[in-house]
C-alpha cells in the first residue's frame, strides 16, 4: 500500500501540472482533485490521506508539485493553500466513507467523492476568503462556483474507476 500511496502522491503533482487558468481567479482548474478522489476511494482513509501528507510534505521541501510548478511553504499560506490541506482531509474523509459502505458501486463512490470535494473546496473557500480579503460572496464566486461543473465530471469519471478497478 506503500507504494500505492507514493504512486497517488506522485499522480497528484503531475495533475498540478495539468491545469487551465481562469482568468478572474487565483486558483487554476487542475487535475489534482481527480488523484485526490481516487486516493480516497480506492485507497482508503489511511493510506489515501497519507498519499496526500507525502503530496503535501514534497511540495513543503520544494519540490515542484503544486499548481503552475510551485511549492513551499509560502503556497500554504496563500491564497491556494486551503485547497491543499483540504487534499489531506478530503482524501481521509473519502476513504473513511468507503470503508464504512457495504458496497463500493458506483452511486455510493459518487456520493462519498461529493462529500470529499465539499470538504475540500470548503477548507480552499475559508483560506482563500481570508488570505485575499474577501468577502464570502467573492471567495464562493472566485473559488469555488467556477470548478464545480469540472468536480462534476472528475467526481463521475473517479466514481466509475473506483468502482471498476480494487487495488
Not at 60 to 83: E, H, K, Q
Amino acid at each position: 500500500m506503500m507504494v500505492f500511496a507514493s504512486l497517488f502522491a506522485a499522480l497528484t503533482a503531475v495533475g498540478a501540472y495539468i491545469q487551465i487558468p481562469i482568468p478572474f481567479s487565483p486558483v487554476p482548474v487542475t487535475l489534482q482533485v481527480f488523484f485526490v478522489l481516487l486516493a480516497g476511494s480506492m485507497l482508503k482513509s489511511k493510506w489515501g490521506g497519507l498519499s496526500m501528507i507525502v503530496y503535501t510534505l514534497l511540495g513543503i521541501a520544494g519540490l515542484p508539485v503544486f499548481a503552475g510548478g510551485s511549492s513551499g511553504m509560502g503556497v500554504l499560506f496563500g491564497p491556494t493553500g486551503g485547497y491543499i490541506t483540504g487534499f489531506i482531509l478530503a482524501a481521509y474523509a473519502i476513504g473513511k466513507l468507503s470503508e464504512k459502505a457495504d458496497k463500493s458501486g458506483l452511486f455510493i463512490n459518487a456520493l462519498n467523492m461529493s462529500a470529499g470535494v465539499l470538504i475540500l473546496y470548503a477548507c480552499g473557500f475559508i483560506q482563500l476568503m481570508f488570505v485575499a480579503d474577501m468577502g464570502p460572496g467573492t471567495s464562493l464566486a472566485l473559488g469555488v462556483i467556477p470548478f464545480l461543473p469540472g468536480e462534476i465530471v472528475k467526481t463521475g469519471v473517479a466514481a466509475y474507476i473506483a468502482s471498476t478497478y480494487k487495488l
